[in-house]
C-alpha cells in the first residue's frame, strides 16, 4: 500500500515535472513567417471598423455592374 | 540558421465578421471584407505600429477597394490588389509623419532599453508580450525589410507576387528576406 502510494507520489511528481518543461519548452516555431503568422492569427480588426464601414458605404452611391460581373 | 520560437500558450481565434449590408453588391463587398480584412490590417498594424492608424488604413483601403473595383483588371489576385493600396497608404501616412516629426529613430531606444539577450534568439514567456515584442523587433528594421517579412509570412502571396508588388525582382526579394530574417531574428532578441 505504501508502495503504492509512493509510485502515485512519484508519477504524480513526474507529470508536474513534464508540466513545467513542456511550459519552458513551449510551442517551437521554425522560421520568422511562422512567428508572423502566428501573431496575424491573433489579430482582429476592432469591431469599430465594421461600423464605420458600413456608415461610409451608405454614403457611396450604388455600385455600378462590375461588382456582378466580377462576382458571378 | 533559421530561429525558433517558443510560447507557452494559444489563443483561440474567430473568422473576422463582415459587415452587415444587403444587396447583391453589398453581399460581395462583405465577401471581400471578410476574407481579407484581418490580413489588410495586420499589415496596416505591424508596418505602421499604430492600431488607430491601421483602423484607418483598413478602412480607406476597403473604401477604395470598393470605389474603384472597374479598375481592377484581374492581373494580380485581390490579395495582392489590396495590398498595394495599403502599402501605398501607409507609405503616405510614414511619409507625412515624418515630415511634420524630427525624432531620433525608435532604433536606438530599443537597444538602449532591451536586457541582455537570453538562450534561444527568439523565446517568448508570455504570449501577451508576443505582439509588443515582434512590433519593436519590425520597427528595429527597415522599412523595406519590414514590408518585405510582413508580405511573405502571408501565405497566399507567392515571391513573385512579393517582388511584383515591391517593384522588383524576385531573386532580390530572396536575397532581401534572407537579410531581413537576420535582422528580425536580432532585433527580436533584444526585446527579450
Known amino acids: ?72 | 540558421m533559421e530561429s525558433s520560437v517558443i510560447l507557452v500558450e494559444t489563443v483561440e481565434t474567430k473568422p473576422t465578421p463582415a459587415p452587415e449590408v444587403s444587396g447583391f453588391e453589398s453581399e460581395a463587398f462583405s465577401v471581400l471584407y471578410t476574407e481579407h480584412a484581418r490580413a489588410v490590417y495586420y499589415l496596416a498594424l505591424r508596418f505602421l505600429g499604430d492600431p488607430t492608424q491601421a483602423e484607418d488604413v483598413t478602412h480607406d483601403v476597403f473604401l477604395k477597394a470598393y470605389r474603384k473595383l472597374d479598375q481592377f483588371r484581374g492581373e494580380a489576385a485581390v490579395r495582392t490588389w489590396l495590398y498595394r493600396i495599403t502599402v501605398n497608404h501607409c507609405q503616405n501616412l510614414r511619409q507625412t509623419w515624418y515630415q511634420r516629426h524630427i525624432v531620433a529613430t525608435d532604433n536606438d531606444r530599443v537597444w538602449e532599453t532591451a536586457p541582455s539577450p537570453t538562450d534561444s534568439p527568439l523565446r517568448v514567456l508570455e504570449i501577451k508580450e508576443l505582439g509588443e515584442r515582434i512590433q519593436r523587433a519590425l520597427e528595429a528594421l527597415t522599412e523595406e525589410y519590414r514590408l518585405l517579412l510582413l508580405l511573405v509570412a502571408d501565405e497566399r502571396m507567392s515571391y513573385d507576387e512579393v517582388a511584383a508588388l515591391t517593384q522588383q525582382t524576385t531573386d532580390a526579394v530572396r536575397g532581401k528576406l534572407h537579410r531581413a530574417r537576420k535582422a528580425f531574428t536580432q532585433a527580436f532578441q533584444k526585446t527579450a
Open chain 1, 1 to 72: 500500500m505504501k508502495q503504492n502510494f509512493s509510485k502515485a507520489t512519484e508519477a504524480q511528481q513526474t507529470a508536474a515535472q513534464e508540466q513545467a518543461q513542456q511550459a519552458q519548452t513551449g510551442v517551437e516555431f521554425k522560421t520568422v513567417e511562422e512567428l508572423l503568422r502566428h501573431d496575424a492569427a491573433q489579430v482582429q480588426p476592432p469591431k469599430s471598423l465594421m461600423t464605420r464601414l458600413q456608415q461610409s458605404l451608405k454614403q457611396e452611391i450604388r455600385p455600378p455592374a462590375w461588382w456582378k460581373r466580377w462576382f458571378s
